[in-house]
């Protein structure tokens, strides 16, 4: 069993930053990869980006070279540091563990998810 919480998300303007986190319980750094979802209204859930336990990680091609997804695995929390952002990243956003996939359905655990808004 895992459990998942984030914190964080919010308001941030067009071409800011922000950093997303994910702290996880249960075993879920040991036995699962780490991903970042996320859904805006009237569109399906799309992937973010992906690590697993040894540090590799996967980008959708919208967000590499903006978007960075870091592990640390002592305080078994997973980052989602999101630069140059755009009015089309305004989502929520979902964390989730399963095996290290761009497809929702290979994650077990899903976080509640957190608003954030990007204004023009």
């Known amino acids: 069993q895992a459990l998942l919480v984030e914190p964080g998300g919010g308001l941030v303007q067009a071409g800011g930053s922000l950093r997303l986190s994910c702290a996880a319980s249960?075993?879920?750094?040991?036995?699962?990869?780490m991903g970042w979802f996320r859904q805006a209204p009237g569109k399906e859930r799309e992937f973010v980006a992906a690590?697993?336990?040894?540090?590799?990680?996967q980008y959708a091609d919208s967000v590499k070279g903006r978007f960075n997804i870091s592990s640390d695995n002592v305080k078994m929390t997973v980052y989602l540091q999101m630069n140059s952002l755009k009015p089309e990243d305004s989502a929520v956003y979902y964390c989730a563990a399963g095996s290290i996939s761009s497809m929702p359905r290979m994650y077990k655990f899903w976080g509640q998810g957190t608003q954030v808004t990007v204004s023009s």
């Open positions: 690590i697993n336990w040894s540090g590799s990680t």
């Open positions: 249960g075993r879920t750094f040991s036995d699962y990869a």
